[in-house]
């Protein structure tokens, strides 16, 4: 960013007992991962920006950021750590809190919820900022699926309803392949599939337990590709700094990102029509900030369906705003194509940090000279999630099976 910004990189979920309807342990859980989740910012902080975490970073790890225009300036921690999310504990501390009041350059909320909204006004920043209930409404599914009938741009016909109705849908269809999304679902929280008739009955069952709020249901699709775009709205415009293509598992998880366009002419202009009409319907509900558009592009056919939006930063945000950075000197200029990725490799039972993680890449860990390799995001859990940059989309494969190869036999 062009002007210094003090991140605030709290993510949660209002209404959070939605994602994971069925047991309570799990959203824990995840609010614990997300509080971890904060570590991202350290990617995206500027020489000239504070960052507010949930712990301290390793001294190494942090000189290697800071030595590619990464990492922050100062580095705030709360003085208390029990709240659900990092904004819960940042409310509750005096000093941080003071620092923000005092802090007269720019705030970057990673998601802007109530607890958000009560650090603005508490610390005397008022406007600019985007209220919760529209960054709600923007994550919600069914109202995304209304949005696109509203404006006249193509979508996938669907069923939205609570889940008595949607169950009983579900064993009404008379179609093929099926796929149902929670409306707050995250990150393949609650996405099903069903392909024949007994996985549909299942499904029907399952869906009818679970309960907590609306559900979609719509035709599984024939999809070649996932793209998805993000962009910076201001009050002037919308910035678009990233295109990438999303990699996702046979259960429809989402792993990662190549940062590529289509290429396809027409598919991506289509998805370039259809991204700037969403982020500018954005803009007008009220939405300042990162808003990210995700897209299926069809099989055979090749059509463009927009399937939801992302009022919010997420792990992709940050690798792309490293990877600009580092590669053209500016988050917000997009880097060549077919150079960067974000990967989530899974690595069970071991928890490292970053600067451990770059000890365990060997000769695939990112080197500062050549700007080339993989730099890991000091995120804690059961994975290595990192960031890409290759010389080239080989060089960039090269690089992703061997920090593979290296979180599988790691010790």
């Not at 959203?27 to 990617?43: G, H, I, V, W």
């Not at 579900?170 to 007994?198: H, L, M, Q, T």
């Not at 927009?306 to 590669?327: I, Q």
């Not at 000890?359 to 080339?372: I, M, S, W, Y």
């Amino acid at each position: 960013m062009r002007n210094p910004l003090l991140h605030l990189p709290s993510v949660h979920f209002t209404r959070g007992r939605e994602i994971w309807p069925e047991k309570s342990s799990d959203y824990l859980n995840f609010e614990r991962a997300l509080k971890r989740l904060s570590r991202r910012a350290l990617l995206m902080a500027g020489p000239e920006d504070p960052v507010i975490l949930d712990g301290q970073v390793e001294e190494n790890y942090l000189g290697l950021l800071r030595s590619l225009g990464a990492g922050g300036a100062d580095i705030l921690t709360p003085e208390v750590s029990a709240g659900a999310s990092l904004a819960d504990d940042v409310i509750k501390s005096p000093g941080v809190m003071e620092f923000i009041r005092r802090w007269q350059g720019g705030v970057e909320p990673y998601i802007m919820g109530p607890v958000e909204n009560r650090i603005m006004d508490m610390a005397g920043k008022r406007g600019g900022f985007t209220n919760p209930a529209v960054v709600d409404l923007l994550n919600d599914k069914a109202f995304f699926l209304r949005l696109l009938e509203d404006m006249g741009m193509p979508f996938i016909p669907s069923y939205s309803g609570n889940s008595d109705a949607v169950a009983s849908r579900i064993r009404k269809w008379n179609g093929g392949p099926i796929i149902v999304r929670g409306a707050k679902s995250v990150g393949g929280s609650r996405v099903f599939i069903a392909r024949d008739a007994d996985e549909k009955l299942a499904l029907a069952s399952r869906v009818e337990r679970q309960g907590g709020g609306l559900y979609v249901l719509q035709p599984l699709m024939d999809v070649e590709e996932s793209p998805n775009l993000q962009f910076y709205i201001t009050d002037n415009e919308a910035i678009l700094f990233g295109q990438s293509a999303q990699v996702m598992s046979a259960d429809l998880k989402h792993t990662g990102n190549l940062f590529d366009i289509h290429p396809d002419g027409r598919v991506r202009a289509e998805l370039l029509d259809q991204g700037h009409h969403l982020a500018r319907e954005a803009a007008l509900l009220g939405l300042r900030g990162v808003v990210g558009v995700d897209f299926i592009v069809t099989g055979q056919t090749r059509k463009v369906y927009a399937v939801e939006m992302n009022a919010r930063h997420n792990t992709s945000t940050a690798a792309l705003w490293f990877v600009n950075r580092a590669l053209t000197g500016d988050p917000m200029v997009m880097a060549d194509t077919g150079l960067g990725a974000s990967v989530r490799i899974p690595a069970p039972g071991k928890v490292f940090s970053a600067a451990r993680w770059l000890e365990v890449l060997g000769e695939f860990a990112f080197n500062p000279l050549t700007k080339r390799g993989a730099l890991p995001m000091d995120t804690g859990g059961e994975e290595l999630s990192a960031v890409i940059i290759g010389a080239g989309p080989e060089e960039r494969e090269m690089i992703i099976n061997g920090a593979r190869l290296a979180a599988e036999g790691a010790i």
